[in-house]
C-alpha cells in the first residue's frame, strides 16, 4: 500500500526566511503527488500538483516543488516567507489509477515576526 | 466559479444522536469524494462518488456511516448513532470528469462527539 510521510510535525520559520517541508513517499511507480495547505478556519487549497515532465514544479503563493525521484521525495519551498504562510501543510499522492489521495501527517508552520 | 461548500461547518452532538453533513460539489464535478481528519491523525479517504454511483465506498469506517447523492448533485453522509471516536473534521472534494485527478476540497465540517 502506498504511504506518505512528511517527517516534521512542526517547523518555525522566521518571516523572509526561506522554507523547506519535507515529503516522501512509498509507491512502486511514479504517482501523482500534490501540495495542499489549510490556513486556521479554512478547508485544503491546492498549492501544485505533479504528474509528469519537468520535476521541479510552480505552485501559487509562491511556492515550488521538486520531484525526486531517487529519494521518493516531493519537497516543497519556498525562498522568502510571510506572515500569512502560517498553516498545515498537506503533501498527498493519488495512484494513477486510482481515486483516492493518500496524505501525510501534515506539518504545521509557525512564522515568528 | 463557486468552490465546494459543506454545511454545517460545526455540529457538536452527544454519543448516540444522529449527524447529517452536507456537501456540495463545484457546479458540473461528476466526481465527489468523502475524506475525513480524525484528532491527530491523517487525513483518511472514506468514499467516492461517480455523479451519483459509489465508486469506491472502501474508507467506511462501519455501518453507521452512510453517504448518498441523489441526482449526482449534492451528497449528504449520515453518523447514525454516532461515536465518540466519529469526531474529527470531515473533508468533501469534487473533480471534474476530463480531470478527475485534481481534487477541490471544501471547508470542511467539524464534528464533535460528545
Known amino acids: 500500500a502506498q504511504s506518505v510521510t512528511q517527517p516534521d510535525i512542526h517547523i518555525t520559520v522566521s518571516e523572509g526566511a526561506s522554507l523547506e517541508l519535507r515529503c516522501n513517499y512509498s509507491?512502486?511507480?511514479?504517482?501523482?503527488l500534490f501540495w495542499y495547505v489549510q490556513s486556521p478556519g479554512q478547508g485544503l487549497q491546492l498549492l501544485l500538483k505533479?504528474?509528469?515532465?519537468?520535476?521541479l514544479v510552480q505552485g501559487i503563493k509562491g511556492f515550488e516543488a521538486e520531484f525526486k525521484r531517487s529519494q521518493s521525495s516531493f519537497n516543497l519551498r519556498k525562498p522568502s516567507v510571510h506572515w500569512s504562510d502560517a498553516a498545515e501543510y498537506f503533501c498527498?499522492?493519488?495512484?494513477?489509477?486510482?481515486?483516492?489521495?493518500?496524505f501525510g501527517g501534515g506539518t504545521r508552520v509557525l512564522v515568528k515576526p | 466559479e463557486a468552490g465546494v461548500t459543506q454545511f454545517p461547518s460545526h455540529s457538536v452532538i452527544e454519543k448516540g444522536q444522529t449527524v447529517t453533513l452536507r456537501c456540495d460539489p463545484i457546479?458540473?464535478?461528476?466526481?465527489l469524494y468523502w475524506y475525513r481528519r480524525v484528532m491527530g491523525k491523517e487525513i483518511k479517504f472514506l468514499l467516492h462518488?461517480?455523479?451519483?454511483?459509489?465508486?469506491?465506498e472502501s474508507g467506511m469506517p462501519n455501518n453507521r456511516f452512510l453517504a448518498e447523492r441523489t441526482g449526482g448533485t449534492y451528497s449528504t453522509l449520515k453518523v447514525q448513532p454516532a461515536e465518540l471516536e466519529d469526531s474529527g473534521v470531515y473533508f468533501c472534494?469534487?473533480?471534474?470528469?476530463?480531470?478527475?485527478?485534481?481534487?477541490?476540497f471544501g471547508p470542511g465540517t467539524r464534528l464533535l462527539v460528545l
Open positions: 472534494a469534487s473533480s471534474p470528469r476530463m480531470d478527475r485527478v485534481t481534487q477541490y
Open positions: 509507491y512502486g511507480a511514479t504517482p501523482y
Open positions: 505533479y504528474f509528469s515532465g519537468d520535476t
Open positions: 498527498a499522492v493519488l495512484e494513477a489509477a486510482g481515486n483516492k489521495l493518500t
Open positions: 457546479s458540473g464535478h461528476d466526481n
Open positions: 462518488f461517480v455523479k451519483e454511483s459509489k465508486q469506491d
